[in-house]
């Protein structure tokens, strides 16, 4: 194939805008509608219905957890080493 010449790309480019302008043009008069992909297609669906939990919620307070079982495979610097 052979190399396209600078003058004749500009040419090219320059058609290509200007079609592309007046077919904005004519989209924001109302005069045409956008182009849309044959492969999108809307569909209206069912909303999701909400999540349910697993656990049923309680009034007790979570259990506490000691420092160290997480200071185990934390970075060095996110450790405070003990005083």
Do not use: C, F, H
């Amino acid at each position: 194939m052979p190399k396209e010449t600078p003058e004749t790309k500009r040419a090219r480019k320059a058609a290509a805008k200007a079609a592309a302008r007046e077919r904005a043009a004519r989209i924001m008069a109302g005069l045409a509608q956008p182009r849309r992909s044959s492969r999108i297609k809307v569909v209206r669906t069912q909303p999701e219905k909400p999540a349910r939990a697993l656990i049923p919620p309680k009034d007790t307070p979570l259990p506490e957890r000691d420092r160290e079982q997480y200071a185990d495979n934390a970075p060095v610097a996110w450790v405070k080493p003990k005083a």
